[in-house]
């Protein structure tokens, strides 16, 4: 089996040490860096395919550097902070984070959400030889299961990991709407508590990247005191 490669992000000694020891055995090889700028160069070098990054840090902050990375990469991006208030996580989550984490942390629920990460980047969507189902096309709007890409018109629209899921199980149930809590449950396969700003915020980037108007959705349609659902007509 191949290993993936993780790139830990963090300006203090202590943790990236830590961190690594902690993957060890988990089949990852450890990449490290101190600030976004050193992950920025590492990540034209390597094939990572998830990032664990802190916010705090000089010269390129960890807010700043997803960003950055956001421009032209989907790989999973676990954010690390000592600051636990809400606007922090939505900020994160705003600017394509997939999930979030405030230290001190817990060793095994942070290898744990890990190796989910992971598993749902590299595993889930892969390439499935003559399955017909792997396209999905909604009035202009293609989701490539195989690629895990998706169109609008043609053009490429970039979507996070998270966003995709969301995206995928929308799409896969045309029509049908799902609540809040049953998008964070099937998505981020875990139990739903207070989700409500998380799952919003990844709507709303969604809408940001299909939709021309995302004021007024052709696709992602909410159904008000329900949930959401993507429109097959």
Known sequence: ?????VLVVDDEDEIREALVIYLTGENVDVFTASNGEEALAILEKEAIHLILMDIMMPRMDGMKATFKIRETRNIPIIMLSAKSEDIDKIMGLNIGADDYITKPFNPLELVARVKSQLRRFTNLGAYRTGNTNDRIEIRGLTLDKSAKTVEVDGEEARLTPKEYKILELLMENGGKVFSIDEIYEKVWN????????????????IREKIEINPRDPKYLKVVWGIGYKIDKK
């Open 1 to 5: 089996m191949s290993k993936n490669n």
């Open 190 to 205: 875990e139990p739903s508590y207070m989700t409500e700003n998380t799952v919003a915020v990844h709507i709303r980037n």
